[in-house]
């Protein structure tokens, strides 16, 4: 098994411009990477057809092209992993809402992959729109849901990326949880 060390000094190799570094790190950070996206793929319908590789491969297309990120470490590499697939399936679910409601537009990437059922976009939508009113009163808030539900991180990873303590994660993941919950039921 691969250290979070090990990984880290990589990311860091990385950002210096270590090409050599990012084929080593590849092999490494791929298998939490499907798991990253398995998360988020089990949150779905049953019967919803994207597939967690489609996910993975556009999140990694987009991680790759991030030339500018000075990698901290492990966590948060995979911080901006998870905030890029979030990004990517509220993108989906828009780009099918759009569909549905008549628009022309051509589909590319992983839209042309699956199918997203119509009511698990509006809740995709519905968490998307509360986070970013969230992020609004309270950004680090925002970003502990974001690491905790979309990251798939645990309470002391999310601690390490946004550099706060375990409890404080804790402390804003409950209020994030209420505090979205009354968002989005007021919303319907």
């Known amino acids: 098994m691969t250290s979070p060390t090990e990984i880290t000094g990589l990311l860091v190799d990385w950002s210096n411009g270590d090409q050599a570094a990012l084929e080593q790190l590849l092999p490494l950070v791929e298998r939490e990477l499907h798991r990253l996206a398995h ?8 019967d919803h057809t994207l597939q967690t590789s489609a996910l993975v491969n556009e999140a990694y297309l987009k991680l790759v092209d991030q030339k500018r990120t000075r990698w901290q470490n ?24 759009r569909v549905k409601r ?15 059922s119509q009511e698990k976009s509006r809740e995709l939508l519905a968490l998307d729109e509360a986070l970013t009113k969230l992020a609004e009163v309270d950004e680090r808030k925002s970003q502990v849901v974001e690491l905790r539900y979309f ?9 390490e990326v946004l550099k706060i303590s375990a409890v404080t994660v ?9 505090w979205l919950a009354r968002s989005i039921r007021d919303e319907v």
Do not use: C
């Not at 804790?170 to 209420?178: H, L, N, S, T």
């Open 39 to 46: 998360s988020y793929m089990r949150k779905e319908n049953p």
């Open 102 to 116: 008549g628009g022309k537009a051509v589909q590319v990437s992983l839209s042309e992959v699956a199918v997203m």
């Open 170 to 178: 804790m402390r804003d993941w409950k209020y994030a949880q209420a």
């Open 151 to 159: 990251g798939g991180l645990s309470v002391e990873e999310t601690a």
């Open 74 to 97: 492990r966590a948060h590499f995979f911080g901006i992993a998870a905030q890029i697939m979030r990004r990517i399936l509220t993108n989906y679910a828009r780009d099918q809402n």
